[in-house]
């Protein structure tokens, strides 16, 4: 194209191609919009141009929900992004972020061109390098690194759908050190709470059935500020018909005000109140006694260990008075089995987060709600067949060597524990020396941001894919330039669900800049690196028409529907008359473990106190707005317009005691006088006394983030304390306490 | 001819601002302005509290304080009852932005005054407003108040709403469930 055209007159080209509008290839439907016809007629602009209106099949990469959508574009540029009717994920709404995926193609600080480093790591020096260049210096490292260490001193650290390549490159290399900061940093902890007590995970997105759900227990997950597409959507019906929410929550959330109880627990006691809730649930015989008989394992031992959690025990320490602990466990126990609590998503909070998500699991065991409606449901596998590729060698390392005899239940690699492995220790024969990472900010989705970049001075080789600059390509040896998720094929999201299904995501534009698909930029390493076996697809394009083929479908199909249904094969509840099987060691849901019990864990959950704030200090939870996925989308210039930066949340009357008004700016500092940059104080009656709130991903270091370089305060740089969860090795990060000063002007 | 109304249940919203971004990629707004917003009205104190939220914008007032005083008429009423500003006669002289109660206009970078238009090239193509289409919570619904089998015109006989500043006298048409 000769000229990139000004959003205003893109208007104007918009609204004169009114007069010969062409609709792309039969795919118009009901949500299809003629252009701007007011506009163009007020700005007296008539007549007939040949504008054309097209509609490309999209699948949205602004976080993992991974709507499926359409990209509306007028002579090929773009327009809008609008859900697809067929997509179970958004059922044709997306969220905010998705509405506004555009502004990720559109944003003018993406990275354009492979960059390697020229000083030293952390000082921001670069030169710009050909793809050839670039790929040449990874592709000789890596080589070296396995020669004298051997691939598996490889890591790769990944988010997000390009991932899947680089994964594929790791395991044809030799390494299976592959993580994802989702795990340990995130969901980690529930996935292994529910494998451990039902034998399956929650999986994502979760199979909760909120939309027939009764009544919904909801404990510190904001749903509707956490925009997960279809849980709002979900819950904003239950909430519509009426159905009954509970919130635990220190602050009063989007959720908790559509609550008919909000409890506003004091934070890191949970667990507390739901052991309580159990107590309550037990002895009044509130549980569903046939379930219960027919389904689990350990009742008395539950019932036994539980006997010393009254409510009146668990006041003083969640301060919930006894008879509202009472009031919503009975809540509970009337609309069973459709009461869902619900796991959560982001569990690492305390450390000892297996054990209070499994308190919640042992809750929807009591309550029957695991296999039935309005409680969880079984999703339909979506059997699309992978490509067959040779068998990868075998790697002779894993990451669980560097943790002899810890985290035994991990079933996932660990991101901080591969940071962790990367400094040198004596008890190591090999700690990390390359890493790959994709798509994630380490230093702010890794806690203690300081132990990450002291790994990171350890390594012979740092290679950052990404689409935008953020604090991580910083540190990198080569950076390497991503186009967006709108500028390329990516493998079929195959989605298991209420009903299963296949989405395509097509490219909408042409490649921008000097970027490169992520596919193209593992294929071409590989290459190489001699690996040509693992790679024998050409394009993308060539990939999906042989995986489709398998599925008896075609990408001229996907491309024409964007999303297809797939069979459904099992139903989606328990059914009458017929005994459910669990995948755990005794074939029933757990409610006591013997698995945990065998490794010296609490069989059965039991509450240990955590440390509190001293005097001064107040407990620091984080969490989402929904228009921002973490740090990926704070520069996005259209979501950036509805909320630039982010501001900590402070109660009126702490507020009052420091003498901070509303709207002012403060520095945060914690327990080990680590400070953020400087934060807006919103001073509210929205949040107890005892915390402060500040939503995740702001306060970018980055310079060349131009919307988001020093827009509010990041909350990684305050966690320089975690505690780890000593059955899976997740992170708990909500054990730092932070302190207020005021911003010192500049003289 | 219609009396197009919005009526927005605020049980469902959870003001996640999808109506905002919809709007700005629909209607290409200009940047560093939005059309609509999001209010979060919050009463009482801790622990008693409670939050309306709403997605706001203009009233398409029917009794129209910026319609009667444009001095050049760019202000005006179209099909439906829509308040529309016709560019072309707009001096950009304010007078209807310091006369809405809402605090719904602003002068568009180029001069003239900008605001909802209830997305009335979609309307007239028989579509909903690009933010009632998108909303992820169904809490937005459009339709005409003087057709009583509306959607619009059912809810609010069978729900209590409200409408923004009544007091005022403009007649608005967005309606808030409540």
Known sequence: ?747 | MARYAMVIDTRRCVGCADCVVACKTENNVADGFCRDWIVQDVRGGYPDLQMEIRSERCNHCENAPCVRCCPTGASTIAVGGIVIVERDECTGCKACIASCPYDARFVHPEGFVDKCTFCIHRVKEGLNPACVSVCPTKCMFFGDLDDPDSEVSKLLKARPNHALFPEAGTKPKIYYLT
């Open chain 1, 1 to 747: 194209m000769a000229k990139s055209l000004s959003r205003r007159e893109f208007i104007k080209i918009g609204g004169l191609g009114l007069g010969g509008l062409a609709l792309g290839g039969g795919l118009m439907n009901s949500c299809a919009n003629m252009l701007m016809e007011e506009q163009a007629v007020q700005l007296g602009l008539t007549g007939a141009a040949n504008g054309s209106l097209a509609l490309s099949p999209t699948v949205c990469e602004i976080c993992f929900w991974k709507c499926a959508g359409w990209v509306h574009t007028i002579d090929g540029q773009p327009w809008k992004i609008t859900g697809n009717e067929h997509d179970p994920s958004c059922n044709g709404r997306l969220c905010p972020r998705g509405t506004g995926g555009l502004g990720a193609y559109l944003d003018a600080d993406r990275l354009r061109t492979p960059l390697i480093r020229t000083g030293v790591r952390g000082k921001q020096t670069f030169r710009e390098a050909t793809w050839d260049e670039a790929l040449d210096f990874i592709a000789i490292k890596m080589k070296k690194i396995a020669e004298e260490h051997g691939p598996e001193c490889v890591a790769l650290f990944t988010h997000g759908s390009g991932g899947s390549y680089f994964k594929h490159l790791l395991r044809a290399y030799g390494s299976n050190n592959i993580a994802a900061p989702s795990y340990a940093q995130c969901r980690g902890p529930r996935e292994e709470a529910y494998m451990l007590t039902f034998g399956e995970g929650v999986y994502s997105p979760e199979r909760t059935d909120i939309r027939n759900s009764k009544c919904l227990v909801l404990i510190g997950s904001h749903l509707g500020e956490n925009m997960h597409n279809t849980q709002v959507q979900e819950f904003a019906d239950m909430v519509g018909n009426g159905g009954t929410v509970i919130t635990v929550d220190p602050r009063y959330s989007v959720a908790a005000s559509k609550s008919k109880y909000w409890l506003p627990i004091r934070p890191a006691t949970d667990l507390a109140l739901m052991l309580a809730w159990i107590h309550v649930i037990i002895e009044e015989q509130l549980f569903d006694q046939e379930y219960v008989k027919n389904n689990t394992y350990g009742f008395d031992e539950l019932r036994q260990s539980v006997k010393k959690y009254t409510p009146e025990w668990a006041y003083p320490i969640t301060t919930i008075k006894p008879h509202i602990i009472r009031e919503t466990a009975r809540e509970m126990g009337w609309q069973k089995p459709a009461t869902l609590v619900h796991p959560g998503r982001h569990v690492t909070w305390y450390g000892d987060d297996t054990q209070r998500v499994r308190a919640g699991a042992i809750l929807n065991a009591l309550l029957g709600s695991w296999g039935r409606r309005g409680g969880f449901y079984y999703p339909n596998k979506a059997a699309v067949p992978k490509y067959k590729y040779p068998a990868y060698p075998a790697a002779k390392r894993s990451w669980r060597d560097a943790f002899p005899g810890k985290y035994p239940l991990a079933n996932l690699a660990l991101a901080s524990g591969i940071c962790d492995a990367t400094l040198p220790s004596p008890e190591r024969d090999c700690s990390f020396k390359g890493w790959l990472v994709y798509g994630t900010n380490l230093l702010m989705t890794l806690p203690q941001p300081k132990k990450t970049i002291a790994a990171m001075q350890n390594l012979d080789l740092l290679v950052a894919i990404d689409l935008m600059p953020a604090e991580i390509t910083g540190w990198a040896d080569v950076v390497l330039p991503e186009c967006s998720y709108l500028e390329r094929y990516d493998d079929l999201r195959v989605s298991p669900g209420r009903v299963p299904t296949v989405a395509l995501r097509a490219p909408a534009f042409k490649t921008k800049y000097n970027s490169r698909p992520g596919w193209w930029i593992a294929r071409e390493l590989g290459l190489k690196m001699g690996l040509e076996k693992y790679f024998p697809w050409e394009t993308l394009e060539d990939y999906l028409e042989t995986r489709l083929k398998g599925a008896g479908l075609s990408l001229a199909e996907l491309k024409e529907k964007g999303v297809v249904e797939l069979p459904q094969r099992q139903p989606l509840y328990f059914e009458d008359g017929v005994q459910p099987e669990f995948d755990t060691p005794s074939g029933k849901i757990e409610l006591y473990s013997d698995v945990l019990a065998s490794y010296g864990f609490d069989p059965v959950p039991q509450y240990t106190a955590h440390e509190e704030p001293p005097d001064g200090y107040y407990r620091l939870l984080y969490g989402r707005a929904p228009t921002h996925t973490f740090g990926r989308t704070t520069n996005n210039p259209i979501l950036t317009e509805t909320m630039a930066e982010n501001e900590v949340w402070i109660n009126t009357k702490v507020a009052e005691l420091n003498g901070i008004r509303n709207g002012e700016y403060i520095i945060l500092a914690n327990q080990d006088g680590a400070k953020t940059n400087k934060i807006k104080a919103k001073v509210t009656e929205r949040i107890r006394h005892d915390c402060v709130y500040v939503v995740h991903g702001f306060g970018h270091q980055d310079k060349r983030l131009r919307k988001a370089f020093l827009r509010g305060a990041d909350d990684a740089q305050l966690i320089t304390k975690v505690k780890i969860d000593p059955i899976m090795g997740g992170t708990g990060m909500r054990v730092n306490f932070v302190t207020f000063e005021k911003v010192v002007q500049a003289v």
